[in-house]
């Protein structure tokens, strides 16, 4: 999982990234998939239903064909989950056929309709957060992209912010128990969030979401630890302390910059080296009015 838009690894919005493994290949695969998440409650199949992506070439020559789709959704699901995948499959087709506009605006759509479903249920969706933010962002980087090119003025990150605020509110709120707690699909958002207000240059909106972290009620558990029994995969932490680390450097507090961005390095997996350079971008300067030069040899 990439760091920021800017990584090999993680472009803002690829033309083709390879399918996902395990992902359907067919409409009605796919309805079929999410019907037996929801009846089970399985967080992980229904993240695997919805990364539909568009490498996915099964699907999007099922798409072209113009197949039933709402009679496909409504046949399987029951709402807002028929809607939710109908919008996603609407999204995937325009996406494909560069309509980046009207692929924004379906994604935004399903992640309305995820938004509706979340709210009623426990914490058992919290897996499909990431599928759904990381679509979300690419569509509207996508969508701004093709607005500045006809010369109108890019607007659907901001939108797309607005709606991933809501997933975050649904999260940090939740009361339940902390090992059954929505509270561990937060960090998923923040990442997301952070990813869009970099990229808009919206930093000062950064620090509502760091100070719901260091808030008393978020799970103190940002260093890898477990807490009751659960813990936040460690991409998510490595990303999160990369983008605390840019931060800080920016409000030229190093040595806070240097302990994020640090331990971001230091947990980065050593095979992802697009990432651990962009780290070392910005933790090989802050380290300089601290005293610690780095080796030549370091950025190869």
Same mark, same amino acid.
């Given at each position: #999982?990439?760091? &920021?838009?800017?990584?090999?690894?993680?472009?803002?919005c690829p033309?083709r990234?390879?399918s996902?493994?395990?992902?359907p290949?067919?409409?009605?695969q796919?309805a079929?998939?999410?019907?037996?998440?929801?009846? #089970?409650? @399985?967080?992980?199949?229904?993240?695997?239903?919805?990364?539909?992506?568009?490498?996915?070439?099964?699907?999007?020559?099922?798409l072209?064909?113009?197949p039933?789709l709402?009679?496909i959704?409504?046949?399987?699901?029951?709402?807002?989950w028929?809607?939710?995948?109908?919008?996603?499959?609407?999204?995937?087709?325009a996406?494909?056929?560069?309509?980046?506009?009207a692929?924004y605006?379906?994604? *935004?759509?399903?992640?309305?309709?995820f938004? &509706?479903?979340?709210?009623?249920e426990?914490?058992?969706?919290?897996?499909?957060?990431?599928?759904?933010?990381?679509?979300?962002?690419?569509?509207?980087?996508?969508a @701004?992209?093709?607005?500045?090119?006809k010369? *109108?003025?890019?607007?659907?990150?901001q939108?797309?912010?607005?709606t991933?605020?809501?997933?975050?509110?649904?999260?940090?709120?939740?009361?339940?128990?902390?090992?059954?707690?929505?509270k561990w699909g937060?960090?998923v958002v923040?990442?997301?969030?952070?990813?869009?207000y $970099?990229a808009?240059?919206?930093l000062?909106?950064c620090?509502?979401?760091?100070?719901?972290?260091?808030?008393?009620? $978020?799970?103190?558990?940002?260093?890898?630890?477990?807490?009751?029994?659960?813990? $936040?995969?460690?991409?998510?932490?490595?990303?999160?302390?990369?983008?605390?680390g840019?931060l800080?450097?920016?409000?030229?507090? $190093?040595?806070?910059?240097?302990?994020q961005?640090?331990?971001?390095?230091?947990?980065?997996?050593?095979?992802?080296?697009?990432?651990?350079?962009?780290?070392?971008?910005?933790?090989?300067?802050?380290?300089?009015?601290?005293?610690?030069?780095?080796?030549?040899?370091?950025p190869?």
């Amino acid at each position: #999982r990439g760091l &920021a838009g800017s990584a090999p690894s993680a472009s803002v919005c690829p033309t083709r990234p390879m399918s996902a493994p395990g992902a359907p290949s067919t409409a009605q695969q796919a309805a079929q998939t999410i019907s037996q998440a929801v009846s #089970r409650q @399985d967080g992980a199949g229904l993240a695997a239903a919805l990364r539909l992506d568009l490498g996915n070439t099964a699907l999007i020559a099922q798409l072209n064909s113009s197949p039933p789709l709402e009679q496909i959704c409504g046949r399987a699901l029951v709402e807002p989950w028929d809607e939710l995948l109908l919008e996603q499959l609407h999204y995937i087709k325009a996406a494909a056929a560069g309509e980046h506009e009207a692929a924004y605006s379906h994604c *935004e759509r399903a992640a309305a309709c995820f938004q &509706a479903a979340f709210e009623k249920e426990s914490d058992w969706p919290v897996p499909a957060l990431h599928s759904l933010c990381l679509n979300l962002r690419r569509a509207a980087a996508a969508a @701004d992209a093709a607005l500045v090119a006809k010369g *109108e003025r890019a607007a659907r990150q901001q939108e797309a912010a607005r709606t991933m605020q809501k997933f975050f509110q649904v999260c940090v709120t939740d009361r339940a128990p902390l090992p059954v707690s929505k509270k561990w699909g937060a960090l998923v958002v923040i990442n997301a969030l952070f990813h869009v207000y $970099f990229a808009i240059n919206n930093l000062r909106l950064c620090q509502n979401l760091i100070r719901a972290v260091e808030g008393p009620a $978020f799970p103190k558990a940002l260093d890898g630890q477990t807490v009751e029994g659960r813990h $936040f995969a460690k991409a998510e932490v490595v990303t999160y302390k990369y983008f605390t680390g840019r931060l800080a450097l920016l409000n030229s507090d $190093f040595g806070a910059a240097e302990r994020q961005l640090s331990w971001a390095f230091e947990r980065c997996p050593r095979a992802a080296t697009g990432n651990k350079r962009l780290v070392l971008r910005y933790l090989v300067p802050v380290r300089l009015p601290l005293g610690g030069f780095a080796s030549p040899a370091l950025p190869r």
